[in-house]
């Protein structure tokens, strides 16, 4: 099983703050890293594809980097609505597809 | 745009067997990885299995033996079984189609573009 761990598990920060979560993999996995966003009673919603590829219609301060085993999503100049949990998703073992255990974003 | 709902009862009792189903519109029901993810309150996410069009499936290790994912085509609909369930089952049940990753003639789930809202199901007499 590949596992995957976040870190912060939870990050209080200011608007136009600059936000950075990491996700490591406890092997290499490429490129096959996703990041999704949570809203409270929301379903995911897919933010970064393949550790680094924008999707269209997601705010551009949004991006992500990283290959192998170390990832990381970064939100530049945070904005209220952006207050969340993040959850990264690995799609590179066919056998058993895993999450990170998630980071909430707080907005002070 | 590819749509996707949930739809099952939301209150199980105790070694029963929980069955939910997901229709999807709007979009190539064969293109894509359909899945069951569920997420316990309060807690992460956490991913069941899927199915392929063709009827290929995958299933997380740890629900292997309670678990079965199903597709009906015709109806563009895909469904969870999980059998003797316990309080721990107790979930909101996302259904999720994952795009298709293809190299070397082979096709595997990548990410995860389209989520149903998702559905509650607790467990409980």
């Known amino acids: 099983e590949i596992v995957l761990t976040q870190s912060p598990d939870f990050q209080s920060v200011t608007p136009k703050e600059k936000v950075t979560i990491t996700c490591r993999a406890s092997q290499s996995i490429g490129s096959r890293l996703h990041w999704y966003q949570q809203k409270p009673d929301q379903s995911p919603k897919l933010l970064i594809k393949?550790?680094?590829q924008s999707i269209s219609g997601v705010p551009s301060r949004f991006s992500g980097s990283g290959s192998g085993t170390d990832f990381t999503l970064t939100i530049n100049s945070l904005e209220a609505e952006d207050a969340a949990t993040y959850y990264c998703h690995q799609s590179s073992s066919l056998r058993l597809m895993t999450f990170g255990q998630g980071t909430k974003v707080e907005i002070k | 745009q590819v749509q996707l709902q949930e739809s099952g009862p939301g209150l199980v009792k105790p070694s029963e067997t929980l069955s939910l189903t997901c229709t999807v519109s709007g979009g190539s029901f064969n293109s894509y990885f359909w899945s069951w993810i569920r997420q316990p309150p309060g807690k992460g996410l956490d991913w069941i299995g899927y199915v392929y069009y063709s009827g290929s499936t995958n299933y997380n290790p740890s629900l292997q033996s309670r678990v079965t994912v199903s597709v009906d085509t015709s109806k563009n609909q895909f469904s969870l079984k999980l059998s003797s369930v316990t309080a721990a089952d107790t979930a909101v049940y996302y259904c999720?189609?994952?795009?298709?990753?293809?190299?070397?003639?082979?096709?595997?789930?990548?990410?995860?573009?389209?989520w149903g809202q998702g559905t509650l199901v607790t467990v409980s007499s």
């Open positions: 393949y550790a680094s």
């Open positions: 999720a189609g994952a795009t298709k990753y293809c190299g070397g003639g082979n096709c595997s789930p990548g990410y995860f573009e389209y």
